[in-house]
């Protein structure tokens, strides 16, 4: 298995209040991402980060921030909580042929 | 814009019934396609990487194929611990994220 480690692994919090989501990789690839996975959805790309405090937006980046201090770790934050972030989420890496390994995911539940 | 589509969205099968499983994709530059096995409350787990048109990959049940415009994920003799949701996903010439279809939701009944 790719050494990816997110934490929590479930959380619950209260509408408005900041979560901040972690991802840990023993594997030092470049490339770094968050998704989020819902019903109907598929996957969906939050933030990527292609090197240390090198990050980008994907296609629902609203209300999420991203930082990246060290090339094994990437954290993702949601500066307020609101019920539609709901949400499983999943750290990826990827190796230089764009093979991209997942995490067990982190299932996000904000009442 | 970059899409994947997969078909069908449920696919219930006997013990042994091949089928197969559709990818459709419009893409800027294919540097590959993937597909993905993910079992419930786990994540995406890698299965094949395909390059360019003509490409087969296999492994035990599974063969992935690739045309210019879709690829098939067949399953011959399934077994109930095929079960899963297979995703399939492109990677564009921009190169920065895997663009993922929404999976195909698997059931093997014995």
């Known amino acids: 298995d790719a050494g990816i480690t997110q934490s929590p692994r479930h959380k619950v919090t209260e509408t408005g209040t900041p979560v901040t989501l972690r991802c840990h990789q023993t594997?030092?690839?470049?490339?770094m991402y968050w998704y989020r996975q819902d019903p109907g959805h598929g996957l969906r790309l939050i933030h990527y980060?292609?090197?240390?405090?090198?990050?980008d937006k994907g296609e629902v980046s609203d209300g999420y921030s991203v930082s990246r201090s060290k090339t094994e770790d990437f954290l993702l934050t949601l500066e307020s909580a609101t019920s539609s972030q709901t949400s499983v989420y999943f750290c990826?890496?990827?190796?230089?042929?764009?093979?991209?390994?997942f995490g067990q995911g982190t299932r996000l539940t904000v009442v | 814009e970059d899409q994947v589509t997969q078909s069908p969205e449920a696919l219930r099968l006997q013990e042994g019934e091949s089928s197969s499983l559709n990818c459709s994709y419009t893409?800027?530059?294919?540097?590959?396609l993937f597909w993905y096995r993910q079992d419930p409350g786990k994540g995406p787990e890698f299965l094949f990487t395909?390059?360019?048109a003509g490409e087969e990959k296999e492994k035990e049940r599974l063969k992935a194929t690739l045309t210019k415009k879709e690829s098939f994920l067949h399953i011959t003799a399934p077994k109930p611990e095929d079960s899963a949701t297979y995703l399939c996903?492109?990677?564009?010439?921009?190169?920065?994220?895997?663009?993922f279809g929404k999976g195909t939701t698997l059931s093997v009944s014995s």
């Open positions: 395909l390059y360019s």
């Open positions: 996903a492109v990677a564009n010439q921009a190169g920065t994220a895997l663009i």
């Open positions: 893409v800027s530059g294919l540097r590959g």
């Open positions: 980060s292609y090197g240390v405090k090198d990050t």
């Open positions: 990826a890496i990827s190796d230089p042929e764009q093979k991209s390994f």
């Open positions: 594997e030092n690839h470049r490339y």
